[in-house]
Nanobody, 115 residues
């Protein structure tokens, strides 16, 4: 069973930066897509960033130009660099990996953007 473990969340002021990490218990090469979602209280879980096995990325307009997803296959880890954070980025951030026939979620890490 593959486990995804997020880390790096916390409290940051508007305009600040955070880097989230998602460490997999096995090879991330099994995932044809791996990425990040977020869920704010009372809202649905939304895609934040995704990277495919070829290294192609996709972002919604709300984070484009501010967030960057990357993967380190040697460390079986995916990162989310978040810059110029805004209060509306406050949410629990979840790592998600899609493999053939299976989908995996991490437990989430809280990101709070507040002054």
């Amino acid at each position: 069973q593959v486990q995804l473990v997020e880390s790096g969340g916390g409290l940051v002021q508007p305009g600040g930066s955070l880097r989230l990490s998602c460490a997999a218990s096995g090879s991330i090469s099994r995932f044809y897509l791996i990425g990040w979602y977020r869920q704010a209280p009372g809202k649905q879980r939304d895609l934040v960033a995704v990277i495919n096995i070829g290294g192609g990325t996709n972002y919604p307009d709300s984070v484009k130009g501010r967030f960057t997803i990357s993967r380190d296959n040697a460390k079986n880890t995916v990162y989310l660099q978040m810059n110029n954070l805004k209060p509306e980025d406050t949410a629990v951030y979840y790592c998600n990996g899609k493999a053939i026939g299976n989908e995996y979620w991490g437990q989430g890490t809280q990101v709070t953007v507040s002054s």
